[in-house]
T-cell receptor, first 110, second 111 residues
């Protein structure tokens, strides 16, 4: 039981490049979330999903898109990366209240 | 939406002393309050949580208290040890099963 996994662990992008972050969970959870963590600002919700095929906007959705084609996977996409998207990205999942987090993806946009 | 404030932002304690972190929230309908610990380079991990029908909950050296009337809750760590050094986040479950996090408290336990 791996819990929540994220790939890649670290990535460097140039401004304007695109990439997809993958989150996978093996706990059969319905809810999945993408957060970003910036110094001194805690975790902020980007997008979330309440089940396969659904997505919804969180607190800071601009510049990101998501997809939940399979229950166990939640993808976060950056179509045209900007330096302001330099951050650590965490995925989480839950069956109701307690959220379980992945190890994070560190993204640097130059 | 929900607003969560967490204090202090940094906390330095001597090993063996107690540490207390406080959070306030705005939505009186909130009823689930977890605390997460984040070690360097890792994702947040749940350490304790409390629901609105309970005023206090303990798990070994950690405890959480909740005052729903005043809309604040606190994390208490007793007999602190060096491995307690980390960043701690409070959170509140808001409508739509979404967590709103406090800004975090960096705890340093000095040996």
């Amino acid at each position: 039981n791996a819990g929540v996994t994220q790939t890649p662990k670290f990535r460097v992008l140039k401004t304007g490049q695109s990439m997809t972050l993958l989150c996978a969970q093996d706990m059969n959870h319905e809810y999945m979330y993408w957060y970003r963590q910036d110094p001194g600002m805690g975790l902020r919700l980007i997008h979330y999903s309440v089940g396969e095929g659904t997505t919804a906007k969180g607190e800071v959705p601009d510049g990101y898109n998501v997809s939940r084609l399979k229950k166990q996977n939640f993808l976060l996409g950056l179509e045209s990366a900007a330096p302001s998207q330099t951050s650590v990205y965490f995925c989480a999942s839950t069956d109701w209240e307690t959220q379980y987090f992945g190890p994070g993806t560190r993204l640097l946009v130059l | 939406g929900e607003n969560v404030e967490q204090h202090p932002s940094t906390l330095s304690v001597q090993e063996g002393d107690s540490a207390v972190i406080k959070c306030t929230y705005s939505d009186s309908a909130s009823n689930y309050f977890p605390w997460y610990k984040q070690e360097l380079g890792k994702g947040p991990q749940l350490i304790i949580d409390i629901r609105s029908n309970v005023g206090e909950k303990k798990d070994q050296r950690i405890a959480v208290t909740l005052n729903k009337t005043a809309k604040h809750f606190s994390l208490h760590i007793t007999e602190t040890q060096p491995e307690d050094s980390a960043v701690y986040f409070c959170a509140v479950l808001a409508a739509g099963n979404k967590l709103t996090f406090g800004g975090g408290t960096r705890v340093l336990v000095k040996p």
